[in-house]
Structures are given as C-alpha cells and as structure tokens.
C-alpha cells in the first residue's frame, strides 16, 4: 500500500511538471486564435491535470477494492460510490470539453498533415502534450513520407495501440501518429473510431504515392502526356489555318462585299481602312484562341504527372479564381446597387419636378415678387449642381472600396488639384454667376465692356462674348466684365428710347437759331430716330472761334448705331448746305482791318460798314 501511494506521488509531481512545461509552451503556439483560443487552452492543461489525479485516485481505489476481504461490505460499498463518482465527474468533463470545442470550432486554426505530392490527409486542431498542433502535424508528414520510401512497407504492420491517455498509429516499434482525447472530440468520434479512420488514409496513401510512381504508371502518363501534345498541336495548327482563310477572304471582298463604311454623307471608314481593321480583328481573335488553347493545354498536361498535379490547380486557379471573386462580390454588392439605383431614380425625379419649376417660371406662367425670368435658367443650374453634389455624397459609401485607404487617397488628390488648379476658373465662374444676378446685360444687348464695343451673344459661367460691328468675336472672362466699367445700350430702349448725339463746330457768324434749325431737320430726316420724343438742341461749349452744337435725338434700334450715325451726319452736311452754312471751325488771327465782324447782322448796327485796310508808307530822303 505504501510503494503504490509513493508511485501516486512521484506521478502526481511528473504530471505538476508537465502542467508547467505545458503553460509555456502555450505561449509559443499557434495552432488557436486570439485570447479566448490561449485561455481554452489553459483550462484544458487544467482538465489534464484533473485526468490525471482522477486517474491516480482511480487505480487507488481499484486497488484498494481488490485488497477488501469479502466480508467488509461497508467498505466495499464506499469504494465502490467513489468510483462511480469518479466516472459521473468524467462524463461531465467530457460533456464540458465538448461544449467548449463546439464554441471554438468557428475561429480554430488548424494544420494539414501532408501526404503523397503534398495532399491532405486530414487535419489536427489540437496540441498534445508539449507539441502544438503545427509541430504536430508536421512530425507527422515526416514520419508518412518515410513510410512512402520503405520499399518494405506491409500494411498489416501499421497497427493501433491503445496507451494510458492517447490512442497511437504504430508502424513496427515507430509511433507515427498519437491521438488524444480532444483530438476525438474536435472530429466528433470515438478515440479508436478516428484512429482507425487514420490508419486506412495513411494505407490508401502509400499505396497510390507507389502506384503513383511505378514505372508502368510513369510510361502510361507519358504516352497521355504525348497524345495531349499532339491534340492540341493539331487544334492549334488548323485554327491558324481557319483564321488565315478568314484573312485571305477579308481582301478578296475589299471593295466588293466590303465597300467601306458611311454614315449619312460622312465616310466613317473607306474599303482599304475597314479591310485593315477587320484583319487586325481577325489576328487579335486569333491569338486569343491560340493562347486559350494553350492555358487549356498546360494544366491538362500537369495534371496527369501526380509531382505537377498542384502545378494544375494554380493554372486553372489564375482564371477560376477571379471569375469567383468577380461573381461574388457581384452577388454580394447586389444590394448596395440596387440602394444606388434607388437614390439615383429618387434624385432623377426631384429634378425633374424642379426644372418643371423653372421652365414655368422661365415662360412666366409661375411668377415671384422680385425673381426674374432669366433667373430661372443659372438658377437650376445651381441647385442641379447641388442636389447631384447632396446625391454623390449620399452615395458615396455604398460603392465599392469607398473605405479602402486608397480611394480615399485618390479622393483627396483629386480635391487638391482641383482645387489649385481651377482658381482662375472659379473665380471667373462667381462672377458669371454674380453678372446673372445682377442683370447688367442679356443676350443680344448693345455694350460696351472696356474698350470693347458690340452684341452679348453668349453668357456662360466662364466667359462672355461680344460680336462688334465688323464681326468680330471677342471672349470676354467674366472676371475681366467685373473688374471694368460696362456701358448697356439696350437697356433702356424698351421705354423712351437711347439717345444718340453727335457735335458740330459752327463759327460766331452763323446765327444759332440757323444752326438749330438745320440740326433738328437731319434729325427728322433720319431713318430709325423718333420723332417722339422730339429730337432737340444743345449748345455744348463756346470756344475762341466756334460754338459747339449738340443735336440729340431718341432711338429704339441701339444695335443699328453704326448706320444710324452715319445717316445723320449725311443729313447733317445737306441740311447744313442748303442753309448755307459751311461747316467749319475758323480760327482768326488778330488783324481785324478789312474784315467784317463775325457778329451776325442781325445783331450790328444799320449803319455798320466793313472797316477799310490801313496802310501807312515812309519815303526815305535821298
């Protein structure tokens, strides 16, 4: 009794030991996710710890019950509930094991063992012992290829033993895999069950690795290796003849069934251009083709050789893959497209109930105290510009990759340049929109903007330009409109009209009233003047030797200045000339002897006559 609790002690402190060992080996695994998988994996060293007391006051109480006389029946029933007590406790452990490896199946990683050209066998999710379960799972393989290399191997002789706390796979006297308790649980069997299920791959799998590699197989493989080759050299060799024909036919109907291409009286592309287009399509078809046959060839041929199998799986992988993702993430955007085509139809529909306003309000069915009809137009623009900026923003995370890093980046160089480079631009875009508001011309206006002088035929937010008299077409920025003074000649034709004037210089001698008389005529005379508003008179200035005459008369053609002022200036010299007057500006030198007064003769007396020139002579003496 003794010796058995001193072994009870020297394997309790070996088990003390091995707990420890096993708490720092934790720390260096990865076979489990995250703290939760780490703190699993503490309590299951616990649950081990456990096992082995319970296990130790097991055999204790078996051996106690073997040494009881058969006549001590109270001992024996107290022996006898303990070990039942014992076996409920494990069941409930094992129960709780279980619960806990089904909460840890979604984030458990686990490791392949690895059989013939690197196929997987099956997977190991727990560690045992010190070994975690990618150390695990590669001493496996190792022991597995070394099985493929002996040319001996008998599968009779890879046989399952049963130990104290695991179930081992033993080839000979080489333990090639050991399974535990958790390893059972994470598979949902039996220790012996899953054991045996192991024993039968490994089998399956050194026989098909020598198999795999016998000879005949190997010459079996070359032979169907050789007949690929051959197929596919034949399919590639008769569709570069196909393709040849097609390009033989494509010249022979140059100009026949080929004529070229024209759409109304424009030749989009003539018989020579369409041939050479339709060849260049037929050799990009055709490489296409040769290239796919190709893609398709080599992973057929690497996949018959078992070492080029993996080689197969990445080719087909390189197009499979994609077209997968492309599917998916189609699938799985499927419900952010249809919120955009919503938002879009939404947005579509409030524009088109806002420019209903402002077509009503451009027509003047629809009026606003103090908002004018040609506000209507910028006005819309504005808010369209608004409402699709609000669209885009709303938007915006529903697109794909929106939160990547990158599209925000993207997002902000464009910002950046657009901002710098569009300073000008925006600042002549303000002013066109301030120019709108402030009405200071329309389209068709007779202005003079600076220096320019002509007709608005176009306002945009950037620009704005004026056609002058002699047809010449001057872009304005609008920035340039703002800065300078700008004079409006239409502006004020819809009421009484623009008034034009021009000056003429008349000399002290000819009586105003004359003048006037004559000016008003030339203006009466002239085409597209009103003569309501009647024209009138101005006397400007009265210089050393003329008066300055200013006739002034209402027009409601301001766009026709240029015909209008020379009409009047030709009436201006007829009426002038029949009158008498000479148009002119004379200049007197002092000298008055022999002149007459430049006063009209209205204004002299009756008995003025014209002074008489003086002249004094000396004679010398001789």
Known sequence: MKLHLRFSLFLLLISTLAVQAQKDSIRKSDSLNGAILKEYQVQQLASANQLKLDSIKKSQLEYELLSLKTTDNLKKNDLLKQLDELKDAERLRIATKKEEIKLLKGSAKGFPVLGTFKDTLFIIYSRLGSFSAQERAEAVSNRIVKLQSNFNFNPSDLKIISAETTTD??????????????????????????????????????????????????????????????????????????????????????????????????????????????????????????????????????????????FAEVLFGYILNPLKNIASGIWNYLPNLITIIVIIVFFRYVMKGIQFLKDEIANENLKFPGFYPDWANPTFQIIRVLIYAFMIVVIFPYLPGSDSDIFKGVSVFLGFLFTFGSAGSLANIIAGLVLTYMRLFKIGDRVKIGDIFGDVIEKSLLVTRVKTAHNEIISIPNATVMSSHTINYTSETAGKGLILHTTVTIGYDVPWQKIHDALLEAANRTELLLKDPNPFVLQTSLEDFYVAYQINAYTKDANKQAKIYSDLHSNIQDCCNEAGIEILSPHYRAARDGNQSTIPESYLPKDYKIPSFNFNFSRKKE
Not at 269 to 278: C, E, G, I, P, S
């Open 169 to 310: 796979v033993v080839y000979e006297e080489t333990i090639v895999l050991s399974i535990s308790e958790n390893d059972a649980i994470w598979n949902d069997t039996s220790a012996d069950v899953l054991a045996e299920n192991y024993r039968l791959r490994i089998i399956q799998n050194v026989q098909e690795h020598r198999e795999a590699t016998s000879l005949t197989t190997i010459l079996k493989e070359i032979g169907l290796a050789l007949l690929v080759l051959l197929l596919f050299s034949t399919l590639i060799y008769f569709t570069t003849k196909l393709f040849k024909w097609i390009a033989s036919k494509i010249e022979f109907n140059e100009e026949k069934a080929i004529k070229g291409i024209k759409l109304k009286n424009y030749t989009l592309f003539d018989a020579k251009r369409q041939v050479n287009a339709l060849l260049l399509v037929n050799k990009v078809v055709k490489w296409f083709f040769v290239l796919l046959l190709i893609y398709i060839a080599l992973p057929i041929l690497f996949g018959i050789f078992p070492w080029t199998k993996n």
